[in-house]
Every structure is written in structure tokens, then in C-alpha cells.
């Protein structure tokens, strides 16, 4: 929301459902108290302990806490249990600064003070606010398979952020990063996530008024668990785990042999392990992209009594079992779109949660789901995949069509996501402005800024940018894609000879053909791009400085692609090009830019897949060095 203050243009996101600005300003003093009500909640009052620690940040001094009688020039805090969930009001005088609200409602009213102080510092503009969401759970989906497993460190950041944005909920895709206490085939060559970890994430989490949601792979995308000597037999494909080894093999096969029982049984006791850290009482079960179901094990059974019943069957099983302990079952929902008359078989309480990333994304999913009674939530994207730089403007246009479904179709919720396909390639800081456009279009269904508005809004309070212009620079990053990192996982493949996907990949590259006409002045665009941040670090306050770097690094690292692209284009798919740069020249700025690469990423990740990454990097060094015409 922007509002005139005064002459001063202030932001808050997600946008305030009512507002109305008043003459005179409060200032908070350094003898100003915040006052904690006896109507607030030991919870309420933890979370005013939190504001109070943030406070400080913004305006750089101490304030007192207190209970009592409040006074003049106190912040007040007040819990009505009468206000419908989530919902507060803040009023601004020039004598006090009061927040009334719910138990959680109470908490987001905090962080739109804290917002307003960030840009106005200790003189608050005099301001009545009433707010309460349009969607009810407002998630965020993180993928900690497929490449990265974050530090806790890092989760721990992630959570406060989506906190200051009013996002209530978070998911952490695992398929095999969860250290399973008696399947260490699992996580024996990996970094993976502990039970210590995630006890400490949910309690922070809680906190902050965010339910950590656990979400497990449990019928398809079980590359790790399915390709393991104790448990290949229960693989739908036989002798999978002798395939060679290549990134879309590990996410397009591995699908469990739902006519099992064993696999039941197995899923069932990882499940228990599983939940049993988590406070929410929601569980995903995932349960997407089953490719290989009935093709393979269960053959026999899918002829038999139909692909759509042998899905539906094992799904209820899980489902009902999760209802028996006490969760609510989730699980995603492209597979069952097939046969969406199914839902009706599972238990009550499922959610199906209904995903499309397209910057276009039509509503027929959504619709479909909705006319056959199904529970949803809609589920867009913050477009990050397989590429060095997040698409921002197909984040922002998916997910203003995504929470406007929800609102049409009467979803419950949003669940916004981030996966990690092939290595998870792009630093995670780039879905900064993905997540802010969830966080406010899910709030603030009614009422979505255009592109170039918001982007302002979040370049002021995000990063701290008093030009509003950081988001400006980025959006240009995405206009010059060439040889991205998918296409060089893609050639990689058919240089490894993967032969079920070799003529998938060639198709896919020859169609990519024209995203290398003019790389040169794409090459030279990105140069000026990162010439740009280098000059705009003057304009972005300290503690946002470091967010500039890894943009840095990411360029450079999508200009040296572009190049190889170059080599690879005019090897074995007929293009040529006016210049062509020294092939061991490249080779070796390849990988030297790789060593600072690699500091980025330690910044976020542990070690996890990093190892991957470096052997692709490797795999390109000795082709470029290899590399000749013949």
C-alpha cells in the first residue's frame, strides 16, 4: 500500500484493507513504554518481546516493556478475542500508538507498525488502519531436495521474513534430506536436515505465528529411497537403481509400487518418524508426477482395476492414516485432475492442492477441482527454476492469477513455491520479490498493484533502496536469457548418452535456437546490468548491501553460459557466430567464477548437492578445453 504522509510516500505489504491518514504525527520517545494489556495472551506477549527486539533495529534505542496502566505515549497492545482470526486495528494519535487485534491478529498489526517505522523512523504519521486477510493460510513451499539444503540459519531468516510479510505458513519439500533414523542408505552421502534442526525451526516458527508444515515425498519422486539396496524391489521400474545417473531421471522415474503392501507399510512408518516433529497438524503428502505408475510392478493391478483406482487407493490409505493421528492430509493435485471425481473417495479433510506456474495460468484447474467439491488451496510460483535469476514478472503475473482463482473458487488457501529443479542453480535471496507478490496478492485479493508499483514498493522496504528503483535493474537481468542452465544440463545429457531423453533434449534445444540470435548484445546488456549494481550500492542502505553481490556473481556466471552456448550451438545444431572467445580462455573464467560462486552458496546451503554443481562445472571446463569443430 502506499500512502502521502505528509509529503513522504510510505509502502505497507500487503496492502491494508482500510486506512485513512489524519493531521500530526506520534513520536516515539526513548521514555515512551511499550504496554502490554492483561487482556494479551503469554503468546501475545512473547511476540511483543520479538517487536520489541526489531523496534530497536529500526529506530535504534531501547524501550522499556511494561504492564499496568498505560500512558500517555506508550505503544499499547491490546488482545480483543471478539475480532475475527487474524484481523487488528492500529490507531495512531499524537498521544499513543494502540494495537487491538486477535491473538494473531495482534502479531501482524506489529509488523505493519514495524513497517511504518522503518520508513518513518521514531515520528509516526497519524493513521487509522483496519485489516484482516481475504485467504485464510498463506503459505510459502521450499524445495530442500533437489540441490539445496538450506542451513538453519538461513530457515531461520526465511521464517522472519515471511512473518514481516504475514505469510502464516511453511512447507520444506523433502524427499530423501531428512536423516530417517533407520534408513541411513537415505542420507549417508548427503547434508541432510536433522530432527534436532526442524524441532528448533517449528518452535521459531511458531513464534512468529508461522505453522511449519511437514511435506513428504511418498509415491513419486523417490530417486534416493527407491534407488537404495533395501528398497529397490519396492520400485515401480525394475533395475532402476542400475540406470546411469542423470538429473531428469531422478526427477521423472522412482515412482513406489503402489500394489505392495510393503510400500504401504514403509511410508507409513517414515510418515509417523516424520510427523512427529511438527506442531502443525496439517501433512502433504505430495503424492504428484507418478509417471511411472502401472507401468512396471504394478502392471497387473492397474489392468486390472484401472490406473485412476490404483492411485486413489494407495493416496486414501495415506490419507486416512494421517486422519487417524490426528493431521490433516494434503497432497498435490495434477494427478488426480485426470480423474477428479475421485476426490470423493478420500477423507473429507483432504486438501488437494492445485499447482500451475505459467505466467498466463488459465483457472480450468481450479475450476475443475472446485466443481467437484474438492478442498484447495491454489498453489503459483516464484519462477526461479532452472535458472540463474528468478523471471519476477511471471512470478508477479502467476500469482496475481493464482490468488485471484482462489478468491473466485473459494480455495482456503495460497501455497507459494520454490523448487529446486536441476540443482537449484539460482541463489534463493532471488525470490525475495516472488514471495512479497504471494504474501500481498493472497492477503489482498481485491486490490493488486501493477508491476512497476510494487516492485517500487518492494525495492523501499525490502531492500532498503531509497530510489525505488532495485527491482527496475533486475527486471532487465531476465530480457537477455541465452543458454540457460537448463539447456546446459540438457546437452550434458546428450553428450552422456541418456538415451531415453537424448531426442527430448535435442527437440527442446533446436526450439531454443532463437534465444541465441544476438547473445553478443544480450552478453553486452548484462555487463551494463552488473556496471549498473556496482553504481547503485551507493543508493542501498548498509544492511542490505550484501543482497547486491550475489546478482553480481549471477550475471557473470549467465554471460560465461551464454558464451559456451556459443560452442555448443555451432558444434552440433548449425548456428555460427561473427566472434568467438578462446575456448581454454573460457574455460578457466568458467571455473574461477565458479570458486566465488561457491562462497554465495555457502552463505545459504549446506554442502548438499554443491558436489553436482562442481562436476557440471568440471564436465564444461574439460569440453571447452576438448572442444573442436570436427
Same mark, same amino acid.
Given at each position: 500500500y502506499r500512502e502521502k504522509t505528509g509529503g513522504i510516500t510510505m509502502y505497507l505489504i500487503p496492502k491494508p484493507k482500510q486506512i485513512e491518514?489524519?493531521?500530526?504525527?506520534f513520536f516515539i520517545s526513548y521514555q515512551s513504554y511499550l504496554y502490554i494489556d492483561q487482556s494479551c495472551s503469554a503468546k501475545v506477549a512473547r511476540q511483543i518481546l520479538l517487536f520489541h527486539e526489531n523496534l530497536k533495529k529500526i529506530i535504534g534505542y531501547d524501550l522499556e516493556i511494561t504492564r499496568g496502566t498505560a500512558k500517555q505515549g506508550d505503544i499499547v497492545f491490546i488482545q480483543d478475542n471478539?475480532?475475527?482470526?487474524?484481523?487488528?486495528?492500529?490507531?495512531?494519535?499524537?498521544?499513543?500508538?494502540?494495537?487491538?487485534?486477535?491473538?494473531s491478529g495482534l502479531w501482524y498489526g506489529m509488523q505493519t507498525l514495524l513497517q511504518i517505522a522503518q520508513q518513518e523512523g521514531g515520528k509516526l504519521p497519524c493513521i487509522q488502519i483496519q485489516d484482516e486477510p481475504e485467504i485464510s493460510n498463506r503459505g510459502y513451499y521450499f524445495d530442500v531436495t533437489r540441490g539445496r539444503i538450506p542451513t538453519l540459519d538461513w530457515l531461520k531468516k526465511l521464517a522472519d521474513r515471511l512473518a514481516y510479510y504475514k505469510i502464516n505458513q511453511l512447507q520444506l519439500y523433502v524427499e530423501h534430506t531428512y536423516l530417517f533414523r533407520n534408513i541411513s542408505e537415505l542420507w549417508r552421502d548427503d547434508t541432510p536436515l536433522t530432527a534436532t534442526e526442524i524441532i528448533e525451526l517449528d518452535s521459531y516458527c511458531a513464534e512468529r505465528g508461522i505453522q511449519l508444515v511437514p511435506s513428504l515425498a511418498t509415491?513419486?519422486?523417490?530417486?534416493?529411497?527407491?534407488?537404495?539396496?533395501?528398497?529397490?524391489?519396492l520400485c515401480e521400474l525394475e533395475d532402476s537403481d542400475k540406470a546411469p545417473f542423470c538429473l531428469r531421471s531422478r526427477m521423472h522415474h522412482h515412482t513406489i509400487d503402489a500394489s505392495n503392501p510393503e510400500s504401504l507399510e514403509l511410508i507409513k512408518s517414515m510418515i509417523s518418524e516424520y510427523m512427529g516433529l511438527f506442531q502443525s497438524n496439517l501433512f502433504n503428502i505430495c503424492a504428484d508426477e507418478t509417471f /511411472?505408475?502401472?507401468?512396471?510392478?504394478?502392471?497387473?493391478?492397474?489392468?486390472?482395476?484401472?490406473? /485412476?483406482h490404483l492411485y486413489i487407493h494407495y493416496v486414501?490409505?495415506?490419507?486416512?492414516?494421517?486422519?487417524?493421528?490426528?493431521?490433516?492430509?494434503?497432497?498435490?493435485?495434477?494427478v488426480i485432475l485426470e480423474f477428479p471425481e475421485l476426490i470423493q473417495e478420500l477423507?473429507?479433510?483432504?486438501?488437494?492442492?492445485?499447482?500451475?506456474y505459467m505466467w498466463n495460468e488459465g483457472e480450468e484447474r481450479i475450476q475443475k477441482m472446485h466443481e467437484v467439491g474438492a478442498v484447495q488451496y491454489c498453489c503459483p510460483g516464484v519462477c526461479a527454476w532452472n535458472m540463474f535469476v528468478n523471471l519476477n514478472w511471471c512470478a508477479y503475473q502467476n500469482n496475481k492469477r493464482m490468488c485471484s482463482y482462489a478468491k473466485k473458487y473459494e480455495a482456503i488457501g495460497v501455497l507459494n513455491t520454490d523448487w529446486g529443479d536441476f540443482l537449484h542453480i539460482n541463489h534463493p535471496e532471488f525470490s525475495r520479490p516472488g514471495l512479497i507478490y504471494g504474501a500481498a496478492f493472497s492477503w489482498n485479493t481485491s486490490d493488486i498493484p501493477e508491476y512497476e508499483e510494487i516492485n517500487k514498493w518492494i525495492s523501499k522496504l525490502e531492500y532498503h533502496d531509497n530510489k525505488e528503483k532495485f527491482l527496475d535493474i533486475v527486471a532487465g537481468i531476465e530480457k537477455n536469457l541465452g543458454f540457460t542452465w537448463e539447456h546446459a544440463c540438457r546437452y550434458r545429457e546428450i553428450l552422456d548418452n541418456i538415451e531415453e531423453y537424448i531426442q527430448e533434449n535435442k527437440k527442446s534445444m533446436s526450439e531454443s535456437l532463437n534465444v541465441m540470435n544476438n547473445i553478443d548484445k544480450k552478453n553486452e546488456r548484462l555487463q551494463d546490468i552488473q556496471l549498473q549494481m556496482y553504481e547503485y550500492l551507493k543508493e542501498i542502505d548498509s544492511d542490505r548491501k550484501s543482497e547486491i553481490y550475489p546478482y553480481i556473481i549471477s550475471i557473470d556466471g549467465m554471460i560465461i553460459f551464454n558464451k559456451i552456448g556459443k560452442f555448443v550451438m555451432t558444434k552440433d545444431f548449425g548456428m555460427t557466430f561473427e566472434i568467438m572467445p578462446d575456448n581454454k580462455d573460457l574455460a578457466q573464467e568458467l571455473e574461477n567464477w565458479f570458486y566465488h560462486y561457491k562462497k554465495v552458496y555457502r552463505t545459504v546451503s549446506?554442502?548438499?548437492?554443491?558436489?553436482?554443481?562442481? /562436476?557440471?562445472?568440471?564436465?564444461?571446463?574439460?569440453?571447452?578445453? /576438448?572442444?573442436?569443430?570436427?
Open positions: 491518514t489524519k493531521e500530526g504525527a471478539k475480532k475475527s482470526p487474524e484481523s487488528y486495528q492500529i490507531e495512531i494519535t499524537k498521544e499513543n500508538a494502540v494495537i487491538i487485534g486477535s491473538e509415491f513419486g519422486h523417490m530417486f534416493k529411497l527407491l534407488s537404495s539396496k533395501k528398497y529397490t524391489h /511411472d505408475l502401472g507401468k512396471g510392478r504394478s502392471k497387473e493391478t492397474a489392468q486390472k482395476y484401472g490406473k /485412476d486414501k490409505e495415506l490419507c486416512e492414516f494421517l486422519v487417524q493421528n490426528g493431521k490433516r492430509p494434503m497432497f498435490w493435485g495434477d477423507p473429507k479433510e483432504t486438501i488437494c492442492l492445485n499447482w500451475g549446506k554442502e548438499s548437492d554443491l558436489w553436482l554443481l562442481q /562436476d557440471m562445472i568440471c564436465f564444461y571446463g574439460n569440453y571447452l578445453r /576438448d572442444w573442436c569443430i570436427i
